[in-house]
């Protein structure tokens, strides 16, 4: 508690500069906001929001508004209004996938204003997957003209288990990933923080920011496919676990010594291939069409995926589920995931399908850099823990 | 971040007062502290100082140590010393169980001064225990001559899942108590607040506090008995769920239109009586006797237990799985659960038994009336969300 009676000037200024920003920014005046605006949302003097003025010009992140903008001119010189400059540095989100990678490139504001992918085979080794990823980047920023050095944070969303340095404990669904330094590999490319986190959790996170759970601070999302993983956020922060590995549901099965998902949805002896989408895409049109096997098939996939997501409602009682990967576009998949939920679950949660699809990877993880620079930006005290 | 700028001054003389409180509260020199030792330690002024203690004295939680206490005298007047009176008010932590209450008194430091429990009949209706819950209370207020009005928090912990104003929603362990307001009861009999918890929950946060758990901020606490129930912190703090739900994964057995826990355990075709301990116990001694039908029956038990244990872990991440409940008492749940976990868990949590036992429900329903006591008396702005 010291700190309230402490008295440091420079974090002081530090703080009072974040709040003008802060003003700056979410100024909803049809006009950019003068320093007598400024200084009513503030509260702080009138030499305290000049001086954080002239130090957030000084620092490129605020400008003075052209005199053209805003009311119209009255007699006499007219007062000096200022903006946010949301073009004053970039954002990348970036999604490593097993079929492909995919980049985007937004400014201060969150807006996106560029993106790129690349198909990338799923046995591609990890060298030639981070390639792709840095091709994709540097296509993207020559396209939309941002200088590298503008950027100031990159969020990557990939599988696996991922430590809060951004290596790789566990990732068994991309080839060479288990142990790979994915954090430290792609700060040697950019000038700015790195942050990685598991696609699942940036799912969430992109869920949360401008897809099915906008209006819910508890959520789950479930990263549908033939296993599925799952990221939470919870009071609307997102919940890693202890190291990382929260929401790693798919290995459940693997307890009772029960089939592999490729044996629960292959309609005949022979599992399906474990990353062919196409070839589960066709069970699923057979059992649509009667076929007994596939039926069944699609049966036992369907009650697995249940007690999975069960499993993950029991634990945590979310207000919501939100359902994306590639099984989230089958026919089929939540009508009885919400009646097998409503049945079992003790206060059961409402049920929705992802409003991001595709996209939901790459735009969480462009929402986590977007944290991070927020952060720096506009907390008023950054260094509290 | 208005609140920076605003000059509330009675708001601001409360946090004073608060920081003067833990102040005192935490004072580990040998003597009281003296005016001038708190001037030091808060950074607060000394008239500011003085005001604070001048109204913790008029609200009896402080008072002037006696003359002798501390340093020796030396030239003079000596130096007045304050103490914060831990006997200025007390807790009450209460446990509702099928067959027992509990009730524990402590003081305001959560040091333990009276206790008292009554068997209760696992048939008895909801008034019958409630009327129980009265007649303990009672009695150890009486016997360690505590005024019912010198309370200032009670906890209680039940079984079921509790809303947030202390109503069951649903508890099928206990009869009548699905839909019980129970907070709404127990409030006519106290003139303080009465917070109701469920009881795993309550569990995790005893074993937290003085437990097995003392030293993780990522804690699941499995309340092992024919069917489990879980509590979980997660940095540190009581993870209830979106609907105080969270952690019943007992239910995820129903799911697969599975056997009761009564059948599985039972080494005949006869389910064992819900709330028979005594029968489980004979199971598990036949078992380790060798008998064929009790051993299955064990096997089908733990494997049922380390499943939806595995459930929660994967789902939370925790750092540490704390085992209690009457289950965990039974030779041979620890070493399964133990290696199954580390088998399956992408990130495998400790697993470690319960240091509270029987008391750990009690304990915890005390600590959060503490929580909640010191919230009052020692948070710098408890108005803040």
Chains 1, 2 share one sequence.
Request: with cysteine; glycine share 10%.
């Amino acid at each position: 508690m010291g700190r309230l009676t402490g008295g440091d000037p420079s974090l002081l200024r530090r703080i009072n500069s974040a709040v003008v920003l802060h003003a700056l920014r979410a100024s909803a005046s049809p006009a950019s906001p003068t320093l007598t605006d400024l200084v009513k949302v503030t509260g702080l003097s009138r030499p305290t929001v000049e001086g954080a003025v002239e130090g957030l010009i000084e620092s490129g992140l605020v400008e003075e508004a052209s005199a053209e903008e805003g009311v119209a001119r009255r007699q006499g010189r007219p007062a000096r209004r200022f903006r946010f400059r949301v073009e004053a540095g970039h954002l990348l989100g970036i999604e490593i996938g097993a079929h492909r990678v995919a980049v985007l490139l937004a400014d201060l504001s969150g807006r996106i204003t560029g993106a790129a992918s690349a198909e990338v085979a799923e046995t591609a080794p990890a060298d030639e997957r981070l390639a792709q990823v840095r091709t994709a980047v540097t296509d993207v920023l020559r396209r939309s003209g941002v200088p590298r050095d503008a950027l100031r944070a990159v969020g990557v969303a990939s599988p696996g288990i991922v430590e809060a340095d951004g290596t790789i404990r566990l990732g068994t669904a991309l080839p060479g990933w288990t142990g790979l330094p994915l954090g430290d590999r792609l700060r040697r490319s950019f000038p700015c923080p790195v942050l990685v986190e598991n696609d699942a959790n940036a799912a969430a996170v992109a869920e949360h920011w401008k897809g099915a759970a906008r209006d819910s601070d508890d959520v789950v999302f479930v990263l549908a496919g033939l296993s599925p993983g799952a990221g939470s956020l919870i009071g609307g922060r997102l919940h890693r676990g202890f190291g990382g590995a929260a929401g790693e549901i798919g290995a459940l099965h693997l307890l009772g010594r029960e089939a592999t998902p490729e044996e629960v949805l292959s309609p005949t002896d022979v599992p399906l291939q474990p990353l062919d989408e196409a070839q589960v895409v066709r069970v699923f049109a057979l059992a649509r069409e009667g076929d007994e096997p596939a039926r069944t098939a699609v049966d036992r996939y369907l009650r697995r995926l249940v007690h999975d997501v069960a499993a993950l409602v029991l634990a945590l009682d979310p207000e919501l589920v939100v359902v994306g990967g590639w099984a989230a576009g089958l026919t089929g998949i939540l009508e009885p995931l919400r009646t097998e939920l409503a049945r079992y679950c003790l206060r059961p949660p409402r049920v929705a399908l992802s409003l991001l699809g595709d996209s939901a990877v790459a735009t969480g993880a462009l929402r986590l850099a977007l944290d991070h620079v927020e952060e720096e930006l506009f907390a008023v005290n950054p260094r509290t823990p």
